[in-house]
């Protein structure tokens, strides 16, 4: 029985081989990236990273800016493979890629939030047309992977959007942080909670503090991040967006 679940396997795999996320070359099964791709993916240093807002020391903003979350996550810059990976993410509701961003989520979380104990996981949520438009939330989707992945319950309706604002492309850092206040609402309380806030990639960081405003207005005692990737900016203010 066993040995004909191997070759029933053997036969899958060779009639539908598993493809690099990235460039589509064939590679194991259970794997994302083939070598090529693996290496050249750009990853945080976990060594060199502000435990608050998650990006490199001599990039971070906290002495500009007081977050209201209490440390971040994130795997990857904003770049190369794994900007164009959680690209296709957005683009098609491909669970494959879900995988890969929830796992190397989850591995970073382990790893550097070892002590904390969670009691829900939320995520930032997205606006009526932006999710009727895709069909999905890809923030939602991380979120629904990393609760089932660390055993933690999701909280689906924590937050809701009131209302959409203008779109952040074309404002500058500190322009974003008064674009979303008073965006997004909660919907019950968390009193007490130490809650885990998902999202797919953080730009200045405006709408993860301003969800982490929200939690903590519903009774949340402590809110963490957790992101797949993350822009950094030169140390130049005119230049940031
Ligand atoms: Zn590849
Ligand atoms: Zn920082």
């Known amino acids: 029985m066993k040995i004909l679940k191997e070759i029933l396997n053997g036969v899958i795999s060779a009639l539908f081989p598993?493809?690099?996320?990235?460039?589509?070359?064939?590679?194991?099964?259970?794997e994302f990236l083939c070598d090529y791709c693996y290496e050249m993916i750009e990853r945080f240093d976990a060594e060199k990273r502000c435990i608050v807002?998650?990006?490199?020391?001599?990039k971070c903003?906290?002495?500009r800016i007081i977050y209201h979350f209490e440390g971040c996550?994130?795997?990857f810059y904003n770049k190369g493979i794994a900007k164009e990976s959680l690209y296709k993410l957005k683009l098609s509701h491909k669970d494959y890629y879900t995988e890969f961003f929830a796992r190397e989520i989850v591995l970073r979380i382990n790893e550097e939030m070892p002590d904390i104990k969670f009691d829900g996981i939320c995520y930032v949520p997205g606006d009526i047309f932006s999710n009727l438009k895709r069909g999905f939330n890809?923030?939602?989707?991380?979120a629904r992977r990393i609760s089932e992945i660390m055993g933690i319950p999701i909280e689906r309706k924590a937050l809701y959007v009131k209302k959409k604002g203008k779109g952040q492309h074309n404002l500058t850092g500190h322009e974003r942080f008064i674009n979303v206040r008073g965006l997004y609402g909660y919907n019950y309380k968390n009193t007490g909670k130490t809650l885990l806030l998902i999202d797919d990639i953080k730009t200045t960081g405006a709408t993860l503090d301003e969800c982490t405003r929200q939690l903590l207005f519903s009774g949340a005692h402590h809110v963490y991040c957790a992101c797949a990737l993350a822009t950094t900016f030169e140390k130049n203010p005119k230049k940031e967006r």
Not at 18 to 30: G, L, R, S, T, V
Request: charged share 30%; hydrophobic share 30%; net charge negative.
């Open 138 to 142: 890809q923030a939602e989707l991380l």
């Open 73 to 75: 996550v994130v795997p």
């Open 53 to 58: 807002c998650g990006l490199d020391k001599d």
């Open 18 to 30: 598993n493809h690099c996320m990235c460039c589509n070359e064939i590679i194991d099964e259970n």
């Open 61 to 63: 903003d906290c002495k």
